[in-house]
C-alpha cells in the first residue's frame, strides 16, 4: 500500500460527458502528478502541483484541467469525453523537493471507459 | 527535449534465467534515473533509483547501474521469479527544475516456471 488513494476505481460513462477523478496524496507528501495510461501510448505525465499551485504541465488537453485543494488533496477534470480518453488515470504524490531525486508513491489509478 | 526509450516487450523467460532490459535516455542535463515495476491490477512503484553518474541502484536482486557515457541505465536480475512478472518502466527527472518525469514505454516481463 503506497498511502496515495484514488476514487473512484472504476468509471463508466458515454462521450460527452464530464467526470472527476480524486486523489488523496501520502501524508506529508506536499506534490501531486497525474498520468495517462494507455496501451498504445504508455505512461503520459499531464500535470503536477506543489502545494496547491500547478508546478509542471505536460501532454494535457484544453479538455482536462485540475486543481489541488488546501488539504493537498488533487481532483483531475476530464470533460467533453472522447472515446480515446479511455485509459487508466493515475496520481503519484511526492514530498515536492527541489531536487529531481524524489520517489514517486503511486496510487492505484482509476479506470475510465467511455462508450 | 528530454526522453526515454526503453526496449520493446514482451520478453519472456525461463526461471533462473538472466533478465537485462535496456533503457536509454536523453537529456540535456543531469537527470535522476528510475526504475518502476507495475505489477498485474497495480499502480507503479519504485524499483530501484540512482541519481548521479557511476551511482548504481539495487533492490530485490535487480540492479542498474547510472552509465552517462552511454546514456544508459539498463535493468538486470541475475536470476528471475515467476512472481518477476510485471511491466517494468524506466524513467528520469530532470534536476534542473523543471519537476518533470518522463517515462518510458514499458516493458512487459513474463517469467514461465
Known amino acids: 500500500d503506497s498511502g496515495v488513494t484514488q476514487t473512484p476505481k472504476h468509471l463508466i460513462t458515454a462521450t460527452g460527458q464530464r467526470v472527476t477523478l480524486r486523489c488523496s496524496p501520502r501524508?506529508?507528501?506536499?506534490?501531486v502528478y497525474w498520468y495517462q495510461q494507455s496501451l498504445d501510448q504508455g505512461l503520459q505525465f499531464l500535470i503536477q502541483?506543489?502545494?496547491?499551485?500547478?508546478?509542471a504541465k505536460g501532454n494535457i488537453l484544453e479538455r482536462f484541467s485540475a486543481q489541488q485543494f488546501p488539504d493537498l488533496h488533487s481532483e483531475l477534470n476530464l470533460s467533453s469525453l472522447e472515446l480515446g480518453d479511455s485509459a487508466l488515470y493515475f496520481c503519484?504524490?511526492?514530498?515536492?523537493?527541489?531536487?529531481?531525486?524524489?520517489?514517486?508513491?503511486f496510487g492505484p489509478g482509476t479506470r475510465l471507459t467511455v462508450l | 527535449g528530454d526522453s526515454v526509450t526503453q526496449m520493446e516487450g514482451p520478453v519472456t523467460l525461463s526461471e533462473e534465467a538472466f533478465l537485462t532490459i535496456n533503457c536509454t535516455y536523453t537529456?540535456?542535463?543531469?537527470?535522476?534515473l528510475f526504475w518502476y515495476v507495475q505489477y498485474p491490477g497495480e499502480g507503479l512503484q519504485l524499483l530501484l533509483k540512482?541519481?548521479?553518474?557511476?551511482d548504481k541502484g539495487s533492490n530485490k536482486g535487480f540492479e542498474a547501474t547510472y552509465r552517462k557515457e552511454t546514456t544508459s541505465f539498463h535493468l538486470e536480475k541475475g536470476s528471475v521469479q515467476v512472481s518477476d512478472s510485471a511491466v517494468y518502466f524506466c524513467?528520469?527527472?530532470?534536476?534542473?527544475?523543471?519537476?518533470?518525469?518522463?517515462f518510458g514505454t514499458g516493458t512487459r516481463l513474463k517469467v514461465l516456471a
Open positions: 540512482a541519481t548521479k553518474a557511476d
Open positions: 503519484a504524490s511526492t514530498t515536492g523537493g527541489t531536487t529531481g531525486a524524489d520517489t514517486q508513491y
Open positions: 537529456a540535456t542535463g543531469y537527470p535522476s
Open positions: 501524508s506529508g507528501d506536499l506534490s
Open positions: 502541483y506543489y502545494n496547491g499551485e500547478e508546478r
Open positions: 524513467a528520469l527527472s530532470d534536476n534542473s527544475g523543471t519537476y518533470k518525469y518522463i
